[in-house]
């Protein structure tokens, strides 16, 4: 067996003590987590510093070394994310709906665990302490597949958190770093089905593809998000442009910041010159459809590959369309089922366009960027899916879990 | 493109429309389609005819011929069907949940169609039906990829519910019968991946593992069930008589019946002589353990291979266990997470027996034969999930939905 089958199992092994946990027991686990995160700075940074210097001469680029670097601030951030998943509710146990059928037969609907959760992810070693926090809270075993380049970092976290979890009778198998971080090692652990029941893939769109297509373990796909961000001929302008500028400035490296901006050509000669000027003047590379470069000519063009292009920096993309049936459409084809948005003040442009497209969030009259487990109050996330089965959008610590139904009879038989 | 291709790709394209069918629309229509089936019950047989003297003349074993064959009886059940489903409330509009965030950007979650929906199954014609009916109801295009050895009767019933659709303004090409029936037609179409939303596999646990293992599409497991029932020390013996013959004799070709009964040794001497008696009574083949076999001698011997097949047929496996834990242990081991049943008037065991079983239905002093959508209230069901992704145990109309969000601010822009 190979050593990702072993530590597999050994997470599933471990979900039958799991599904046993007292919340008690799991926030005074996670407590202890943020603490010794705490107490352990200097051991995790000199970890982390091993990892740095091997990407350096590797030549990691600029961008990958920043993530996959610690240090106090961020670590202080790990630690009270662990605080936070602590004192938010525990899902599991919760009796989702429950009914007496005219037989007198009862049936409730009740909040498990799922069983042992695979994720799969890049250089960001704080994943890491967010994945076994989330998972502990809802009492599934967790199986992580880092990166390589981050693997002394995600070690010395991951041997605190287990150590604080089994000084709470935490079963520490049920938290497992894959030793055997090869890309083939991929595959044989997106085909774990008799040990993995979900795995979830976080990171660039090729790693989300990959494991899509080899997995039999059931996936929920996750970040990959074009969005589009429509102004409607009814929308109050300043508004726009807030916005627009918020969804695609604020922090254009993630899922949830805008890729193209889709104006209706009623407002495009009131709209267009003041946006062009206050996105350059932020430092947007703006490319634009024919129609746009009319009123806006000092820009360059947008090829089809454009629009279908999720940049994660500070270009976007502009169309100018006749009506909102050509925005809808124009998010038909390029949209990744993520987050789009209109503003309008018009209650039919945006009952229209909310029942028509088809993506995780519709954001009316607001940046993109809310879309965000920490936005909707869910404390913290798991990633955002664009998939429509299982969940939809942030996933939070609902979203880790499944349920069971308790059919209680007394002595019924079926005529 | 292949035919099957250019047939999911149809489903797909008609998506947009079916989610914008009024509740009105899609009832009338479910409520013609209905009509029309009792109105061309000639038709339907005649083409049914053609399969079955097919099926006679490839010797089809005498089981699959009579899952095959329709006549008026099954034809009016089938009508009866379509009309439940108008019946039920349309869960599409729903609004689930809905909260303010302390910035007043208000979020709610609206439940929404999957958009296309792929059914594999075997020769049964009235899945046709159902998986049409449950799929416009919801809102959903519906791709069907029946057994070729049913393909005329699929072709018959499917004609007459696309023209009930047609007449309703229901765009016809959202029902698609596959043409290819070809196995590996199978594969190119679990790997629809830019046409369909979610792919169902209705069958046996061949077609099942052979659906799971080779597509990208999303899918639910549905329907092995190596059930058991365990008996308690304080079980009600003569209600757990009852329980164990309904569970095992009433219908054993179906999924929720028991295939494993499992007695606490302390009743073992007053239970099993009264209950292999009677199951013997009834046709029924016993098998037993060593321990079993001491009580009840005139049985044959379980192997392990027994425990992990499900007979669907009047087969039972008896274990004697020591302990509610060997219990517990043994559907770990040898359980496919679909319907589990424990006798007992002790709420200790009972509570230890829910909490620590994993499976979709934990079924508490009554027959495991109520796991089924009618059973549960749900009016009609595509299929039992035995997986704790999406849904688990009866599929019925809220299943086939997801939900999206929808975010109303007022110029919201995120800090």
Known sequence: MSSIKIQCKKAHLATRDMARLSTKVKNTALKDMAKNISSNIDNIIKANEKDIHFGVSNNLSKALIDRLTLNKKRLDLISESLITIAQLKDPTGEIIQGWTMANRLQISKVRVPIGTIGIIYEARPNVTADAIGLSIKTGNSVVLRGSSSAYNSNLAITDILKKSAAQNGINPEAIQLLEDTSREGVSTFVKSKEYIDLIIPRGGSSLIQTVVNTATVPTIETGVGICHTYVDSAANLSQALDIIINAKVQRPSVCNSCETLLVHKDIAKDFLPQAVSALKKLGVEIKGCKKTKMIVPDISTTTKNDWATEYLDLILNIKTVETIEDAVNHIYTFGTNHSEAIISDNIH?????????????????????FVDGGEFGFGAEMGISTQKLHARGPLGLNELTSYKYIVQGEGHVRQ
């Open 349 to 369: 442009a945006i009952n229209k366009f909310s029942k028509e497209v088809d993506a995780a969030a519709i954001v009316v009259n607001a940046s993109t960027r």
